[in-house]
């Protein structure tokens, strides 16, 4: 009778013995895959054309240039941006700023001097009233008044998506007012930027409806186009007025001039 016990036959001469088997343990090690951000075509051809398209203060974009930005911005999303509905942000990066304005919020008549600039309202409903300052005639013997003649260029809601809209240094509507029906984000391009130093600082304004009592000079205008012009007075910054900057976070920017 044979018997079994393990891997030993009892009753045999022969015995074969146990076999030692060494398990190796396998070391897992998490390989960490490098993943490259892509940045989107449309802000990259952006910022590229925005360094061919600005030559600099006291330039005006020529009329192809113009063409050539509204046909990018007018192309833009909000994910090309790296916003979505909810994002609640302002967010500079040099001469391309996006303003995130929360429902009912207000950024007062302001102007942009010698300027021009590409705007696209990217999310929400928002109000936009605009104005272009008016050449004073210069009449002999008026004097200077605190309030200049503007003519309205606009005074509309505007909803996303929609077109690129285009300010110059005295045309298109240099002052404007932004006002939030919805939570909103505007894109604006602008060339050259702000600068105090060299005489391009921010002015804000109040306006008031067209009356000829304050002619003081100013171009006249007929009753008819009366509801098409306005007051402007310069005023300080609101005190009510606050904008915050944050570091931008959306796609980065490659430049090629580096």
């Keep these: 009778m044979e018997v079994e016990r393990g891997r030993e036959r009892i009753g045999h001469v022969n015995r074969v013995g146990y076999m030692k088997k060494v398990i190796k343990k396998r070391k897992h090690t998490r390989k ?20 061919d398209v600005f030559k600099g203060p006291g330039t005006v974009p020529a009329p192809q240039d113009v ?11 909000p994910e090309d941006v790296g916003l979505s509905s909810e994002l609640q942000f302002f967010q500079p990066t040099n001469m391309l700023c996006i303003f995130f304005i929360p429902a009912t919020g207000v950024i007062p008549l302001h102007n942009h001097p010698e300027m ?24 002999e013997g008026s004097e200077p008044s605190s309030q200049r003649l503007a003519k309205l260029k606009a005074d509309r809601v505007f909803e996303a998506p929609c077109d690129t809209s285009v300010l110059y240094p005295k045309t298109g509507g240099n002052i404007h007012a932004f006002t939030a029906i919805t939570p909103c984000a505007v894109l604006d391009v602008m060339g050259p930027p702000y600068s105090k130093e060299d005489g391009r600082d921010c002015s ?19 009753i008819e186009d009366s509801d098409s012009y306005g007051w402007l007075e310069e005023i300080e910054m609101p005190e009510n007025s606050q904008m915050d900057g944050i570091e931008y976070l959306g796609p980065q920017i490659i430049d090629p001039r580096c």
């Design 116 to 139: 021009t600039v590409f705007s696209k309202l990217l999310l929400g409903t928002m109000h936009i009233k605009s104005y272009d300052l008016v050449d004073p005639v210069n009449l």
């Design 32 to 51: 960490i895959k490098q993943v490259e951000q892509v940045v989107p075509v449309a802000l990259q051809d952006l910022f590229v054309s925005c360094q």
């Design 204 to 222: 804000y304004y109040k306006d008031y409806p067209y009356t000829n009592t304050a002619s003081n000079g100013e171009t006249e205008v007929t």
């Design 67 to 77: 063409h050539k930005l509204c046909t990018i911005i007018d192309n833009m999303k």
